[in-house]
DNA sequence: TTCCTTATTGCAGTTAACTGCAATAAGGAT
DNA sequence: ATCCTTATTGCAGTTAACTGCAATAAGGAA
């Protein structure tokens, strides 16, 4: 737990409280090689925080997704995963197997920054899912 | 419920059955004016088909979303909707409002012939929802 | 250090989404 | 027109995701 410090930081100079359960779960998903579902967070998290509930995890996980410390990844099933990565990229999913393939941001940046100036939004970095069928899928 | 019947054929001829419950849901993603949930979806097919299940609208859903002839809009919250659209595009949703914005796909072709080149992967040109904060919202 | 305000959490209950399996019916074959 | 195969549906039950509200505790003020 000391190795989130920044991003604890940020939380707290933007007005947020900094709670033992926060502080557990952004370990974890600063720790996870993958992107995680909130119940594999909960499974993880029940372990160093014993009484935990779901319930904060689900809110927790969706509060660092709008403050913008994790992204969640959409699957394609009504289930999503968060994560938190230093590498901005964004998945290209197969809509038959699953298959999963990280797409670099900058690929996206030209449209990113075309969009953002079109509609003034201010566009989160978040992960994009793009949904196709995999090389192998294609041969069904 | 005459006139998907470009829809229904080309089910059939992939092999696929028509039933009373795929031209009812058919014709009403096909006429309704936004993009609808699965319950809103089973309310009103519900009326002209009485005994309908949700179970089974959640599964033609996923299936004509499969099939390519829905498209799915991803709103943030895992929830989802679906629509019937001639007009290629996808969205932009603030993450904080929920207000959404269409992107006409020829702004993203670029991109999706780029990852079709370097991937493999056949796109869908399904709705990719992008996520942001609206003008509004930018000054909380 | 103690008190206070109020953001967060936990609890209990609700709604949404999904699954397995037996029953039904679409559509080709006879 | 009838039969047959098997894709779809409905049912019952399960898991996932969410909500409101009272209880708790983070962090600034006294």
Same mark, same amino acid.
């Given at each position: 737990m000391s190795c989130e410090v920044n991003l604890t930081n940020q939380l707290r100079?933007?007005?947020f409280r900094i709670t033992p359960q926060r502080s557990v779960i952004l370990h974890i998903l600063?720790? @996870?090689? @993958?992107h995680l579902t909130p119940a594999e #967070?909960? !499974? !993880? @998290?029940?372990?160093s $925080?014993?009484?935990l509930t779901e319930t904060t995890v689900y809110r927790t996980l969706e509060f $660092?997704? !709008?403050?913008?410390l994790a992204q969640t990844v959409f699957n394609g099933k009504s289930k999503y995963a968060y994560?938190?990565?230093g590498y901005a990229h964004h998945h290209l999913v197969c809509r038959q197997c699953g298959t999963e393939v990280e797409i670099p941001h #900058?690929? %996206?940046? %030209? $449209?990113?920054?075309e969009l953002q100036e079109s509609t003034g939004f201010q566009l989160m970095q978040n992960h994009i899912s793009f949904f196709g069928l995999c090389p192998v899928c294609q041969e069904d």
């Open positions: 100079e933007r007005g600063g720790h @996870a090689k @993958a #967070v909960y !499974q !993880q @998290a029940s372990i $925080l014993p009484g $660092l997704a !709008q403050t913008g994560e938190i990565s #900058v690929k %996206a940046e %030209a $449209l990113f920054k």
